[in-house]
């Protein structure tokens, strides 16, 4: 009997450390959002969204037998944090791909570490420099502001309005935008008549409207996040001023309804369809997606999800699909990312290239508008 019972145990064993020798290695995405500080309302929905899309991979089985393992980091939406953070994901935690920064500025600071470590990065910030020029390593699933400018002048130009002022906040974000709003303005046969700036933490915007006010704009547009658009709408409410109020896509989600209240109503800006997807049309390739992704988010956090949630599913979702291609390792997933074609995603359709690391095209965008505290879509 003994020796038949030690012949039986080591039979289990045996199976047991074949079965562990055939089981496939977890694959390791890093992560890097705003989780607190600031761009909070940016950084929070990102890894909610990313946490929520990763553990439902997982318990329907993982991709190809792998599992995906998530290791996120809150970088406050510091750039010298973001960049320590990166550091580590690479070196320490041994991450083959990174999803995020938050922010424009930190993508950048991050940049020239997943460069140097060969480690593929889909950011999920829109500053067009973040792609352009084309970077071997980096990605982005957030709109181009490029994009988002191009749809705020063509509304401008179809109802004749040529004279516009323009006032963006003086960080990475604001700076890529104000440079897009000049690049692009001739184009459509835009006059900038008044050019101005914000700092991150003003917490009053008077004077920059004022001065406004007393210019010949026919319109003004805004570019920035949170918190500072919304005072730029209380501030335009209280003086008076009555021309249209444009913002970036920087604010597209109810958190910019929340803190500008009542001055929110009327304003207007590009956004994913990701706000409005109930009312697209059944044939709107993205509607799937994106239904679904609202209906997820709001099963797991009573909350809506959001154009900047959408982002971090996206990116989840573009490394699954690398991994379904068979590819496991960082240049193996960057490679299938590039070849990524199709993919109807929250943000848009992605049609990645080796000359194209942004992959989407003007509509990805919508032009929407506050009416009764929530969006419509602008006809």
Same mark, same amino acid.
């Given at each position: 009997m003994r020796i038949r019972f030690v012949t039986f145990m080591t039979m289990v064993v045996s199976l047991c450390?074949?079965? +562990?020798?055939?089981? +496939?290695?977890?694959?390791?995405?890093?992560?890097?959002?705003?989780?607190?500080?600031?761009?909070?309302?940016?950084?929070?929905?990102?890894?909610?969204?990313?946490?929520?899309?990763?553990?439902?991979?997982?318990?329907?089985?993982?991709?190809?037998?792998?599992?995906?393992?998530?290791?996120?980091?809150?970088?406050?939406?510091?750039?010298?944090?973001?960049?320590?953070?990166?550091?580590?994901?690479?070196?320490?935690?041994?991450?083959?791909?990174?999803?995020?920064?938050?922010?424009?500025?930190?993508?950048?600071?991050?940049?020239?570490?997943?460069?140097?470590?060969?480690?593929?990065?889909?950011?999920?910030?829109?500053?067009?420099?973040?792609?352009?020029?084309?970077?071997?390593?980096?990605?982005?699933?957030?709109?181009?502001d490029t994009l988002a400018v191009g749809k705020i002048y063509e509304y401008l130009q179809r109802h004749k309005q040529s004279k516009v002022a323009i006032l963006t906040v003086s960080d990475g974000f604001g700076a890529s935008g104000r440079e897009q709003l000049k690049a692009q303005a001739g184009k459509y046969g835009i006059s900038i008549v008044s050019d101005d700036t914000y700092g991150p933490k003003d917490t009053d915007m008077t004077a920059q409207l004022t001065k406004i006010r007393g210019s010949q704009a026919q319109a003004i547009i805004c570019w920035g996040t949170n918190p500072g658009p919304a005072l730029i709408a209380k501030n335009a409410r209280q003086l008076g001023i009555r021309i249209p109020l444009f913002m970036s896509h920087g604010v597209s989600s109810k958190k910019f309804i929340e803190l500008a209240g009542e001055a929110a109503e009327g304003i207007r800006l590009p956004s994913g369809k990701v706000l409005v997807a109930d009312m697209l049309s059944k044939s709107d390739a993205q509607k799937k997606s994106l239904m679904a992704f609202v209906k997820d988010y709001n099963n797991h956090y009573r909350a809506e999800g959001d154009h900047f949630g959408g982002h971090a599913w996206d990116a989840v979702m573009l490394i699954k699909t690398a991994v379904e291609q068979g590819a496991t390792s960082a240049a193996s997933i960057r490679d299938q990312l590039e070849k990524t074609r199709n993919f109807h995603g929250i943000g848009g359709t992605f049609n990645y290239s080796a000359q194209d690391h942004a992959g989407l095209g003007k509509d990805a965008f919508v032009l929407v508008e506050v009416k009764n505290k929530d969006w419509v879509i602008v006809k």
């Open positions: 450390i074949t079965t +562990a020798s055939f089981a +496939a290695a977890p694959i390791k995405i890093g992560a890097l959002f705003a989780i607190t500080g600031p761009a909070a309302f940016l950084g929070e929905p990102e890894r909610n969204t990313a946490k929520m899309v990763v553990d439902e991979i997982n318990k329907a089985g993982g991709v190809k037998g792998h599992l995906l393992e998530l290791v996120a980091y809150d970088t406050s939406g510091d750039a010298t944090k973001a960049v320590q953070l990166a550091t580590r994901l690479i070196k320490d935690d041994k991450v083959v791909a990174i999803i995020g920064p938050s922010t424009t500025g930190e993508t950048m600071a991050v940049i020239p570490v997943v460069e140097k470590d060969h480690i593929p990065l889909i950011s999920c910030s829109a500053g067009s420099k973040i792609t352009d020029p084309v970077k071997h390593w980096v990605f982005k699933t957030a709109q181009n």
